[in-house]
């Protein structure tokens, strides 16, 4: 007698399993570089503001850590002012030390190198505020001065001639600044940062006390 065949029972098919995809958010670039403006106002001891003048200028920022920057670059400032002869080094005019006059009128080209370190103090995903420290050398481009003296009873014009690249500054400006700025991607970043630079030495043929502030706008991009 033989015995009834029995079916075997295959296992069913093993349904696949949907693939989990893990995203993880872009790196944060290292390295920006900016193109930044500013109108910028000028004045020597706080005895006369002028009118704001336009400086530009490249940047180039390194990120070490989440909140650590350091950053460096290349202005051009105009500085326009005047200042009391009292705030002038007139060692090299001894003629301008026999004269009467009360104000001197400064017309400067800047060539501006900052070092500066950068502070993120608040950080959100597509914003961050910011402080920012450190210093400046000042490489005057062109240099010109003029002042209304009185001689005979008549007032008369000394214009100094123009001066190219006859003063360097190092490390001779501190810069203090705090600002926003704004992610648009992974790559492009708009910023606004208000600024004061404050003397620690003397500038230009004068060696005057140059006190300057501002807002510097700028769009960078990150690599």
Known sequence: MSLPTAALALPAPLTPVAETKLTTAAPEPRFFISLVGA?????????????????????LEYRFTNRLRLSTGLLRANKEYYARREDYDWTNYPRAQTRTFSWVEGKCIVLDVPLNLRYDAVVRDNARWFGTTGLSSFFMHRENYSY?????GDYKLWEMPGLVNANQHLFSVLNLSAGYERSLGQH?????????????????????????????LGVKYGF
Request: hydrophobic share 40%; net charge positive; glycine share 12%.
């Open 39 to 59: 109108p910028d106002v000028s004045t020597v001891r706080f005895v006369s503001v002028e009118r704001p003048l336009l400086n530009l200028g490249l940047t």
């Open 148 to 152: 209304d003296y009185l001689e005979g």
């Open 188 to 216: 492009w970043r708009l910023q606004a940062e208000p600024y004061v630079k404050v003397p620690l030495g003397g500038v230009g043929a004068g060696k005057v006390k140059l006190t300057s502030a501002g807002v510097f």
